[in-house]
């Protein structure tokens, strides 16, 4: 029978990429690990890791190895969260990428606070980057963000839309009332301010700026969306935001809202590092999110 702890070994330091590595991070010596990893390859009779110089390099059986041990051990992560949550207080670990707006973020996850068992929601705001790999350690249960999990993230998960929004245009009273004017020629030459790059807005409405011919005035660019939204308040530049949120940004900012860009839609997923959403919150997240983004847009 094959022993999982030795292939969790194996696992961590293929990795890591070293054994000196994997042992740092599981707190036992190489020699240990060295010795399980022996013993696993001796018991499967087959060869996992190869010598190159001082490298140790993943033959095939490795690497189809690796990849298998990754879904037992994605798997095991599912059953020991469904089993726990079964019969204590629920702890939710959610990280909130940049990109997406903090009221959004809170209507998307409020749902989680109305579940029969107590849930409590701890909240990371990090680097999509820092908070795949966080998910990929199961320290998080779920990731909150704007595009899907990128193929070439070296992270094994999985990207379930939440919903989409419309994108609409934003500004102050009298810049509003200035690009409303034989919109959408009348943006020419007005400020704009615009989220950072790693967000999917970035490109987007760019994307939509050239196709209207309109070369855009770029004023501000914001990895914070309320930093933005600070700089619209004070007339400083029209902004975009989605749909779904209007009524929210327009009493807390005193903005207006110009026009809704109907052909500009933005997209928001939930991440998770299993296929199966074995967490009630996150559980509650997912079912509730659509019929929430519909009716905040109905409202407009």
């Known amino acids: 029978m094959l022993n999982y702890k030795q292939l969790y070994y194996f696992w961590h330091v293929a990795r890591c990429g070293s054994v000196t590595q994997a042992a740092q991070q599981l707190h ?37 190895a690796v990849e298998q ?28 990428a940049d990109s997406v ?27 999509a980057e820092q908070l795949f790999s966080e998910l990929a350690r199961h320290k998080l249960d779920m990731v909150l963000i704007d595009r899907p999990l990128p193929s070439d993230s070296g992270v094994r998960g999985y990207s379930h839309e939440l919903g989409r929004s419309p994108l609409a245009l934003f500004a102050s009273p009298d810049l509003a009332a200035r690009a409303r004017s034989d919109f959408p020629a009348s943006l020419a030459g007005l400020p704009l301010l615009i989220p950072g790059e790693k967000s999917a807005t970035h490109d987007r409405l760019l994307d939509w700026y050239r196709q209207q011919g309109i ?27 989605p749909l779904a949120m209007a009524d929210e940004i327009a009493r807390l900012y005193g903005v207006e809202r110009i026009t809704t860009l109907d052909d500009v839609t933005l997209s928001y997923y939930l991440v998770s590092a299993g296929r199966q959403l074995s967490h009630p919150g996150v559980q509650a997240v997912m079912e509730s999110a659509r019929e929430r983004l519909l009716a905040l847009e109905k409202s407009k």
């Open 69 to 96: 041990a990754g879904a037992i051990f994605s798997l095991g992560a599912e059953l020991e969260h469904t089993l726990r949550y079964a019969s204590q207080e629920l702890t939710m670990q959610v990280g909130i």
């Open 28 to 64: 036992l010596t190489p020699q240990t690990i060295s010795g399980q990893v022996a013993e696993l390859e001796l018991s499967l009779g087959v060869a996992l890791f190869s010598r190159v110089g001082r490298r140790l390099v993943l033959t095939a059986a490795g690497r189809q």
């Open 215 to 241: 070369h855009p005035h770029l004023v501000g660019q914001f990895d914070d969306s309320t930093l933005m939204k600070s700089f619209g308040k004070a007339g400083m530049g029209i902004f975009p935001a």
């Open 101 to 127: 707006p903090r009221t959004l973020a809170f209507e998307l996850l409020a749902p989680a606070m109305s579940l029969a068992t107590p849930v409590r929601l701890v909240c990371h705001e990090e680097r």
